[in-house]
């Protein structure tokens, strides 16, 4: 029984979206479930998928948090 964790930032894919849409999570969890098939075998009734929506604030990258580190890399290209 193979379980997918799959993480997201929660800011949705469209402009003004706070989360993925629905067609969204359905079509990783379908796209995940298939790959299993494919590559391991594993029956697709026999897969879990867990989608876990980060918000913004609880993550980092380069020792800052998300948001500053966007802000500062903008800031450098721009």
């Not at 930032?9 to 999570?25: D, F, I, M, V």
């Not at 876990?52 to 800052?64: A, C, I, S």
């Amino acid at each position: 029984m193979p379980i997918v964790t799959i993480q997201v930032t929660r800011e949705g894919t469209t402009p003004g979206a706070a989360s993925l849409t629905a067609e969204e999570k359905a079509a990783l969890i379908r796209g995940s479930s298939q790959v299993l098939l494919d590559v391991l075998g594993k029956p697709l009734d026999s897969t879990f998928v867990v989608i876990e929506e980060v918000d913004t604030d609880n993550w980092g990258r380069g020792g800052l948090p998300a948001l500053e580190f966007r802000r500062r890399r903008a800031a450098q290209a721009g």
